[in-house]
């Protein structure tokens, strides 16, 4: 145990290091959630959009199931909403997005929190039941991230053209009054894509300075979608500039009564309560690569390290001390009968092992055993002792019959030849 010790100290600190960061890391509120999620209230999160339009009162939920049931699902609101078979029909348009850049200037949404391996894209089912919930009169926001072309785009007839990223912040205006804009003059975000419309769409917030359109309500059969090409507009640090924070509040008003329902499912959240979606959700991947660590740490303390050390001094002599002690009282009480009992008892254990017997099996099943497995000398030299312990009334006998326990034990491993046993000496 003690060559074990500093192995055992380095594993318990490394555990505790790697706890105590997971713990860390579990205290930093409103991290574990992606970028524009409503449950991230860091400056790249959504959750003060969501807080606004509940205290603006509006009727705002967060979703937390798949799309591919939209009875009673309102106005879902996809933020940074991966969809499924996206593409980019000009290359130049990813060299553009691949400037040094950090954020906005990719075209992949950060993954930055806990549910990174979580998030999934918007299938191919959920795309066609969204489009089928807005042909049916239904409402839709939008906000894609980057200028990847995907199934939902091309079915609005929507084209996104990428943003130049060393541009500063852009103004957006209104560019006809519409309810949507009711109230708005101005609104300040980065944009990352402008929007490519149909004929039917109506522009609902445009460059100041390009004339190119940022945000669009596309008709779509008798339902309309909000197209946004700023995802920073939603932003938590967005809200509090211009009037973007009124622009929210009069779009979301005026594509229907509600319930706006942030998808969060696509973020990596969901409603259920299983052992796989606590694993899928939490990591629990982490857990098995500690109990894989300590499985590896306790096969190793299994091995020793360095020539074993002799016990010491006090332990050895009181060890002595207690056997000579045990032996004067067998000597002096006259059970030299029961002290070869236990002689041959020990012995049969020992060779029961090999016997493939338990420990407890009687002597004749260990004989047996051992003759099965053609070990005869252990059968044959058993048997004597058990033959020689029934009649042991003597300290020599007593003495004799451990001399040849001991040389019997000796033959346990085939390698090499009993050792003498020294001449036995008076009692």
Request: without cysteine; neutral net charge; hydrophobic residues 45%.
């Amino acid at each position: 145990m003690r060559d074990r010790f500093p192995l055992l100290v380095v594993g318990g600190l490394l555990l505790t290091v790697v706890l105590a960061t997971f713990l860390v890391r579990g205290a930093r509120r409103n991290e574990f959630a992606d970028t524009l999620s409503t449950f991230r209230a860091q400056e790249d999160g959504a959750r003060a959009l969501l807080l606004l339009a509940q205290e603006s009162g509006l009727p705002a939920t967060r979703h937390l199931s798949d799309l591919r049931v939209t009875s009673g699902l309102g106005t879902p609101v996809l933020l940074a909403v991966e969809v499924e078979g996206s593409y980019e029909s000009d290359p130049d348009q990813t060299a553009l997005a691949a400037e040094p850049d950090a954020g906005l200037g990719d075209e992949h949404v950060p993954r930055t929190g806990f549910n990174a391996f979580r998030a999934a894209a918007l299938d191919s089912a959920e795309t066609e039941k969204l489009l089928e919930h807005v042909r049916g009169g239904g409402s839709l926001v939008y906000v894609p991230w980057g200028s990847r072309e995907n199934p939902l785009l091309d079915a609005l007839g929507v084209k996104l053209f990428k943003a130049d990223t060393t541009l500063p912040m852009r103004t957006l205006v209104p560019p006809q009054p519409t309810p949507y804009t009711l109230g708005v003059e101005r609104v300040e975000a980065r944009v990352q894509a402008y929007l490519e419309l149909p004929e039917s769409a109506i522009p609902v917030l445009e460059d100041e300075r390009l004339g190119m359109f940022a945000a669009a309500v596309v008709p779509y059969g008798q339902g309309r979608v909000l197209v946004v090409g700023a995802p920073e507009l939603a932003m938590n640090q967005a809200l509090a500039r211009a009037d973007n924070a009124q622009f929210w509040l009069s779009a979301l008003s005026a594509l229907g009564p509600g319930p706006y329902s942030f998808d969060e499912f696509h973020h990596g959240f969901t409603n259920e309560r299983s052992v796989v979606d606590f694993a899928r959700r939490y990591g629990l991947h982490f857990a098995v690569l500690q109990l894989l660590l300590g499985v590896a740490l306790w096969s190793v303390s299994l091995k020793r390290f360095g020539r074993a050390r002799p016990p010491p001094d006090a332990v050895r002599v009181g060890a002595t001390d207690a056997l000579f002690a045990m032996g004067r009282l067998y000597r002096e009480g006259r059970h030299h009968g029961f002290a070869a009992t236990l002689l041959l008892r020990g012995l049969t254990q020992e060779l029961a092992l090999h016997a493939g017997l338990p420990a407890h099996a009687p002597a004749p099943s260990v004989t047996q055993g051992l003759r099965e497995r053609g070990r005869a000398d252990l059968a044959q030299g058993l048997e004597a002792l058990t033959t020689e312990a029934a009649s042991v009334s003597r300290d020599t006998d007593l003495q004799q019959l451990a001399e040849r326990a001991a040389r019997l034990r000796q033959r346990l491993h085939s390698a090499g030849a009993a050792r003498p046993s020294p001449s036995p000496g008076k009692p």
